[in-house]
């Protein structure tokens, strides 16, 4: 599976940006994509999921209300739309996918997602 994340930029606090993750590869063996983020000196962590089949979302509490992660119907892209941005959004974002067939008990969980995009950054400052 490759994945390329894009979208990311300089916004101001209250914005909106969407990041899209385009995908590729063996659909067979993706079970649910995930987006992380991961900001200077931080460890990654987990902000949404979705699942491939049925769609089930699940969001961080730091981000639920605020963004959104959806799919395309073809099952090729991801987007996560990010409304009412705060300077503690600041982070370079990862798109992530989960060939794990429990994924859906566990989708926050990073060692569960064993294909990753090369990050965007996303900057939120006035």
């Known amino acids: 599976v490759q994945l390329q994340a894009f979208g990311g930029g300089l916004v101001q606090p209250g914005g909106s940006l969407r990041l899209s993750c385009a995908v590729s590869g063996r659909a067979d063996s993706r079970y649910a994509m995930g987006w992380f983020r991961q900001a200077p000196g931080m460890e990654r962590e987990f902000v949404a999921a979705?699942?491939?089949?049925?769609?089930?979302?699940y969001y961080s509490d730091s981000v639920k209300g605020r963004f959104t992660i959806s799919r395309d119907n073809a099952k090729t892209t991801v987007f996560l739309q990010m409304i009412s941005l705060k300077p503690e959004d600041t982070a370079t974002y990862f798109c992530?996918?989960?060939?794990?067939?429990?994924?859906?008990?566990?989708?926050?969980?990073?060692?569960?997602?064993?294909?990753w995009g090369q990050g965007t950054l996303v900057a939120v400052s006035s």
């Open positions: 992530a996918s989960s060939s794990y067939r429990g994924i859906i008990l566990t989708p926050m969980s990073r060692r569960h997602y064993h294909d």
């Open positions: 979705i699942m491939w089949s049925g769609g089930t979302r």
